[in-house]
Every structure is written in C-alpha cells, then in structure tokens.
C-alpha cells in the first residue's frame, strides 16, 4: 500500500485533533513534564509542539472560479536547548497537510479552477538559530528566526497562515537605556507563506521608550532592497523596494477602575530605494481611539496608504497583512489610487468566550473613489491553557465599478500550543 505524502504528518495531526474532547488537567500537566524531560527547570531543553486543524472556505463570486475549500493541518515541532554561558539554539520544522477535503488554489497545486487559498502542502525548516545574552542588557540572535516588529504592519510573521513567513537575520536587541528598547538587525532572506525564499538585503533600526502609565514611543528606518525581478511570483519585487521612516505612539490609560481609554497615532514617510526603477514618494497615516467600559471595547479607525498621483503605492510586503483592512484580504495589494480604510470595531468576553466584531468602509486616499465595505466576526475559546477553538467569518461588499467580487470567507479551526 502506498501512502500518501506527509502521512506522518496527517496522521500525528488527526490523532491530536481527535483527543481535544477527552483531555483531562492532569493529562496536560504530565504532556508538560515530558515536553521538559521530566525536568521543570527544563535543564536539558524542552520540545516545543504546535498543532493546529483548519477548515477554510472561499466564495468570491467571481464566475471564472470554482467555491475554495479545504481543510487542512499544521505541526510545528521544534526543540529549544538549555541555556550554557549565555547561548542557546533553537530548531522546527514546520508541516503542513491538506486532508479529505482539498479543492483550492495554494498558488503551488495547479488548481487555479479554484479560488486561492495561500496554504500550500509543504515541509520546511521553520526556525534554525542561534542567540547569545553573555553582554549586559544584550540579545544577539542569528539564524532563520520568526520577527514580530511592533504591530506588524511593516515586519511580521503572518501567523494566520499555516506556512508562517520566517527570515534569515541578525537581530540585536539592547535595553542598556533606561525604558528604552533598541533593535537593529539585518535580513537577507524571507521564506514566505507559500514556503517560497526570497532574496534581499534589508537593515532596519526600531527604537522605543516606554512613558509609564501612557503608552510606548516608537521610531523606525527599514531599508528594503529586494531582488526578484518585476513581475516574479510571489511578491517581493525590485518594484517593491522602499526606504520607510516612521514613527509610532500606541498606549492605554486607566480613567477610572472600570474605564480605559486606547490610542495609537502613527505616521510613515516611504520612498523608493535600490533597485526600485520607479521614483516615488508616499505617505502613511494610522490613528485609533476607543474605549474600554465595563468588559467592553470599542475602538474607531482610520489608515491610509497613499497611491494616487505618487508614482507608485506605500507598499509594506513584508507585514502580516490579514489584520489590516480586513480579514477578507481584498487589499494584500495597495490600489493604484491608494487606500483609506474607515473602521471600527467591537470587542468583549461573555462566559470566556472571546467575541470580536469589525465593520470596514473602503476608499481610494482621497476618499473620492468607493471600493466596498466588510464586515468581519470571530469567536475564540481557549481553554486547559494550551487549547483554544476559533469560528472566524468575514463578508465583502463590494462597490460598484470597483472591480472587485462579493466576498465570503468562512473558518473553522482548533489549535493545541506547547
């Protein structure tokens, strides 16, 4: 009998889906222990695992493709070593499988018949790296290593996708300065979601002071130079090279005990860099308000990536886009004339459930050009700790003369995290 590929994979994955139901605390704590070899202080290492099962559902309307669905599991297995004279290691590999159901476009199965659904069958070295904390106040990291700057929107990890999007770098973090935190670092490769590498030569600098009590102050500079040339698969082009100069204020403050007010403000210069043939010049504006009262949150928003009479769009191609400008994901690509996203957003917890709701209006950066409205909703349970359940639905309506389809997307998904 054949079996079919990454069948350790499947089936490791179904085994630990299938047991959620019966998993006990006492269970969970000797997983714990094993994880560590027996030993709390984990002096010989720990294995680390995450799992996670997710079924996915696309419908665009579009008349040239076929409804996307798929369902899929993902295992994450690495092992990080016991610390010795300030270094340690870290290794994971990273599966992902479709199982039973599989008619989608993962952009590397050749079924373009289908809508896209960006979680290819793949096998890939997640994580490989080395770090060193022997200087004072110091992390030096280097390696393929997963990098969260901020709230992503410029650098992320795009851990939505079952093939997360790593990067070969140097990170050096310091917090020498009082409230201060300093990282400078350098990436020359990104894996992508598609499990595709990218070559490029990106230095970056991101500073940040915490005022107590009121927020965190952030400055950046990224130099992006990317090597693919225009019209490569999977994003990352010469076109999308880009020197970016930013800045970030984002924080919460107590009112009273049961009143909390948020607010972030960010604004970024971009132009182009290298080997970009196209000169050009664009701006970015962020700010959010909202409150908290009483288990509740509501928060009011407004981003802006400019594109209209620029040259070109401000373009952030290495960001973790699904949690900007809705989970629909109609805009991975900044329009030709730009984008202003007007949102607000709903958030409580009612018997540990976690229920999340997003309203969205889309135009072009002059506010002039409708592109659509969404709507989006997510219900999350995590439970035992290391458990957590998600139903995640988003809709798009889109405008007329916008190009674009009425969007539905659906999922479904369980996630077990050691």
């Not at 993962?106 to 069958?121: C, L, M, Y």
Request: no cysteine; charged share 20%.
């Amino acid at each position: 009998m054949n079996l079919p590929k990454n069948f350790s994979v499947t089936a490791l994955s179904v085994a630990l889906l299938l047991s959620i139901p019966s998993v006990q605390a006492g269970v969970t704590e000797d997983f714990e222990s094993a994880l560590k070899f027996g030993q709390d202080d984990a002096k010989y290492g720990q294995i680390k695992v995450d799992f996670r099962y997710r079924y996915e559902q696309v419908d665009s309307g579009n008349p040239n493709l076929k409804v996307g669905n798929v369902s899929t599991a993902r295992l994450q297995l690495g092992y990080l070593t016991p610390e010795f004279k300030g270094f340690q290691a870290y290794i994971e590999y990273a599966g992902n499988q479709d199982i039973v159901i599989n008619n989608y476009n993962s952009v590397r199965n050749g079924k373009t018949q289908f809508e896209t659904i960006t979680d290819p069958q793949q096998n890939v070295l997640n994580q490989l790296w080395l770090s060193y904390t022997g200087l004072a106040d110091t992390e030096i990291k280097v390696g393929r290593q997963r990098l969260n700057l901020d709230n992503d929107r410029f650098v992320g990890s795009v851990p939505w996708r079952m093939t997360e999007q790593m990067v070969d770098a140097l990170l050096i973090s310091n917090t020498s300065l009082p409230n201060t935190t300093i990282k400078v670092g350098y990436i020359n490769r990104a894996q992508t979601v598609t499990a595709m590498l990218k070559a490029m030569q990106f230095p970056f600098v991101n500073i940040s002071y915490h005022f107590a009590d009121i927020g965190k102050l952030t400055s950046y500079a990224y130099w992006m130079d990317f090597n693919e040339p225009a019209g490569s698969v999977g994003g990352m082009t010469q076109l999308e090279s880009n020197q970016t100069y930013g800045v970030r204020f984002d924080g919460s403050r107590k009112i009273t005990d049961d009143i909390k007010a948020h607010y972030t403000a960010e604004y970024a210069y971009q132009r182009s860099y290298q080997q970009n043939p196209v000169a050009y010049s664009a701006n970015y504006y962020h700010v959010i308000g909202g409150l908290s009262v009483f288990g509740v949150t509501a928060k009011g928003g407004f981003e802006q990536l400019d594109g209209k009479g620029v040259g070109k769009t401000f373009d952030t191609p290495l960001a973790t886009l699904h949690i900007f400008n809705g989970w629909a994901d109609q805009f991975l690509i900044t329009p030709s004339d730009g984008l202003r996203d007007i949102y607000g957003s709903l958030n409580t917890e009612v018997m540990g459930v976690k229920l999340t709701g997003v309203y969205h209006e889309f135009t072009d950066d002059t506010g002039k050009i409708d592109y659509g409205k969404e709507w989006n909703f997510l219900v999350t349970k995590q439970f035992l700790k290391h458990y957590s359940l998600l139903a995640k639905y988003a809709y798009y309506d889109a405008a007329k003369n916008s190009g674009k389809f009425d969007t539905q997307l659906l999922w479904l998904g369980v996630n077990i995290s050691f």
